[in-house]
């Protein structure tokens, strides 16, 4: 009886439990730079930017959103002083949008919700508004960019198939 050698098995063995090492550490190294990459907010700072549309805001309302995010970085507040006019993108149509809940000349705002900020630099809330039977959702969502300096937020109004849309407005830190 002839004995088989197992030493090509063996090498063989090696060499591809090297290369699931490898592969391994490669995938975890694109990884961790990926999440190394994404963009982070500057904690504690106030980013603005001013609604495209907006020429000149009538008396109470302005054209510029505020937001600050929190100290310890996980969470974005909307700030302004002033509701803030922008435009709804529909289908089939549009029509203009006030953002806030400040008291204003016109009318309630559409309540811009507390943005949860995620790790991969990513942003997103949600707010209910209005009368029981006549009730609608502001969702906002975004992502920061490059250093963290710059973000893009967009607002859907009672998101689905018939839902209204603004942004993506670019917002700066200070």
């Known amino acids: 009886m002839q004995c088989r050698s197992t030493r090509g098995s063996v090498a063989r063995w090696r060499r591809t439990s090297l290369r699931r090492s490898v592969t391994m550490v490669a995938a975890i190294s694109l990884v961790s730079a990926t999440a190394a990459l994404a963009a982070s907010p500057k904690p504690g700072a106030t980013y603005k930017g001013s609604e495209t549309t907006c020429g000149t805001a009538p008396k109470g309302l302005s054209c510029t959103f505020v937001f600050r995010v929190s100290q310890n970085g996980l969470t ?24 806030g809940t400040n008291k204003n000349p016109v009318g309630p705002g559409a309540p811009v919700p507390l943005l949860r900020i ?10 209910r508004y209005g009368p029981s039977g ?41």
């Open 76 to 99: 974005m507040r909307f700030v302004s002083q002033k509701d803030v006019v922008g435009e709804w993108a529909c289908h089939g149509g549009g029509g203009e949008a006030i953002f």
């Open 118 to 127: 995620h790790a991969n630099g990513t942003f997103r809330g949600s707010s």
């Open 134 to 174: 006549h009730r609608g959702t502001v969702v906002a969502t975004g992502e920061f960019t490059g250093s963290g300096k710059v973000a893009r937020v967009s607002f859907t109004l009672d998101p689905g198939s018939h839902s209204c849309v603004n942004g993506p407005l670019k917002l700066t830190a200070n």
